[in-house]
């Protein structure tokens, strides 16, 4: 097991493109989430998945995002029309069962928008 | 709205010295508290944690403080070592319901340890 996985790990895209990550948890880990992480600030809660299931979605996952968790295994962040301020660290993180701790965060991916 | 506050954006301290880092909380409804580090283009790193049923918790060089009726906790780290040296996240959970235990982070501490 090599923990959680992003891809990719860097992106660079124009201001109006449609960008897509991708998460790999460790593979018996049933919750994933997804952070984002602005300069100078901490990881802010973006959405939940349980298995497929998507249980919650932050305001700040405005309609130009959607995330998907197929087969509840990896998930997928899509962002359409990027903007500047869409420029972040997108962070996945992964465990298996209930409670507060147990997270394995991944290395995530860095995506600026010119 | 900064549900958990880490009001020391930076910390230096010499090499086997007693690091301590600090952060609050607004929000009564949060039980249980993390502590991240974190290295540039890395994901957080756990470090140690406290249920708001106790307070304090050790692990090696590190040890967390919980003061509930200040919404406080701090992070100590003793001896303080180079490889120390990173930004660490305070972070809180509350069972906001569907067994959602999302994380609410504080701003970060860039800790420097000197050798």
């Known amino acids: 097991d090599t923990g959680v996985s992003q891809n990719p790990r860097h992106k660079i895209t124009k201001r109006g493109q449609n960008v897509t990550f991708r998460c790999d948890p460790i593979s018996e880990h049933n919750r994933l989430y997804w952070y984002r992480q602005t300069l100078g600030q901490g990881p802010e809660f973006l959405t939940y998945?349980?298995?497929?299931?998507?249980l919650e979605k932050s305001r700040l996952l405005s309609d130009r995002f959607s995330a998907e968790r197929p087969k509840g295994s990896f998930s997928t962040l899509e962002i359409q029309r990027t903007e500047q301020g869409d420029s972040a660290m997108y962070l996945c993180?992964?465990?298996w069962g209930g409670g507060p701790a147990g997270w394995d965060f991944g290395p995530g991916t860095r995506l600026l928008v010119l | 709205d900064q549900q958990v506050k880490q009001n020391s954006p930076s910390l230096s301290v010499q090499e086997g010295r007693i690091s301590i880092l600090n952060c609050d909380y607004t929000n009564s409804m949060f039980d249980y508290f993390l502590w991240y580090k974190k290295y540039p283009a890395e994901g957080p790193t756990f470090l140690i944690s406290i249920s708001s049923i106790k307070d304090k918790n050790e692990d090696g060089r590190f040890t967390v403080f919980l003061n509930k009726s200040a919404k406080h906790l701090s992070l100590h780290i003793v001896p303080s070592q180079p490889g120390d040296s990173a930004v660490y996240f305070c972070a809180a959970s509350a069972d906001s319901g569907g067994s959602n235990y999302k994380l609410t982070f504080g701003k970060g501490t860039l800790l420097t340890v000197n050798p």
């Open positions: 998945f349980q298995n497929e299931a998507q």
């Open positions: 993180a992964s465990k």
